[in-house]
């Protein structure tokens, strides 16, 4: 998830007792529940489970289509965002979608009616629901911003493994990135990565006018000039008087 700059707080496993629905993007609630349709015909009772990129996949796909019959706009974030653009399957611990904070009550209830446990933790700024044992963080204030109708207008339809939904676009996944950075969270190894990959997808300029001048993002954006992953900013010519 994309964390606060001073967020240390912790993480709990909660694990949801939830039967597997269909993959099909499109899925179907049923009295309040989740349509149950095995992921596939064949598959018996020796079938290999899953490791945990393919775990945290599926259970974005199933509450991104959820979220499609919500109604209320979203967006997918975080590292199945970055896959979703082309970066390496190399998930991390959950999954992230931002919504708006008007929507977030509405959207907490409509998932619970779909039989997925959401709980508000003392975070804020986000509400936590579990599905298919996997934990999803519902974002609605990104790096100290709320999440806007604008942002997610700015999402693009992208195909997750086969289900299409909104994600986050390149450079508002760098911004949000480089906005966390702080003196208590500053992993540049982690995000230097999604740099390299994206790098031709992102609108480095509106990044600088974004992020430039606060120290961390200004060292990050160093940083990516001397490893050549972006040009050097052009100097500013002087206004002779």
């Avoid at 109708?149 to 700015?154: K, N, S, V």
Wanted: net charge negative.
């Amino acid at each position: 998830m994309t964390q606060h700059g001073d967020d240390t707080a912790g993480r709990r496993s909660d694990v949801a007792e939830l039967h597997l629905a269909s993959e099909e993007p499109d899925l179907l609630l049923r009295g309040g529940a989740l349509a149950h349709d095995s992921l596939t015909d064949d598959a018996g009772p020796e079938e290999l489970p899953l490791d945990r990129n393919q775990a945290i996949l599926r259970a974005a796909k199933r509450t991104g289509a959820l979220l499609k019959q919500t109604g209320h706009p979203f967006a997918l974030a975080g590292s199945v965002a970055v896959y979703a653009h082309g970066g390496a399957q190399n998930l991390q611990h959950d999954v992230d979608f931002c919504i708006r904070p008007e929507d977030a009550e509405a959207v907490a209830e409509a998932l619970r009616e779909a039989g997925l446990p959401v709980r508000r933790p003392p975070e804020d700024w986000l509400l936590k629901a579990t599905c298919l044992g996997q934990q999803v963080d519902l974002i609605f204030e990104l790096a100290h911003q709320p999440v806007t109708t604008e942002l997610l207008g700015r999402a693009q339809n992208l195909s997750v493994d086969s289900v299409h939904m909104p994600v986050l676009s390149p450079t508002d996944l760098m911004r949000s990135l480089m906005a966390a950075f702080s003196e208590h969270h500053c992993d540049f190894g982690a995000v230097l990565p999604i740099a390299r990959t994206l790098r031709e997808k992102i609108d480095w300029d509106g990044v600088r006018r974004t992020c430039a001048g606060a120290p961390m993002p200004d060292a990050f954006l160093y940083f990516l000039e001397r490893l050549d992953v972006i040009p050097p900013q052009e100097p500013r010519e002087e206004v002779s008087r």
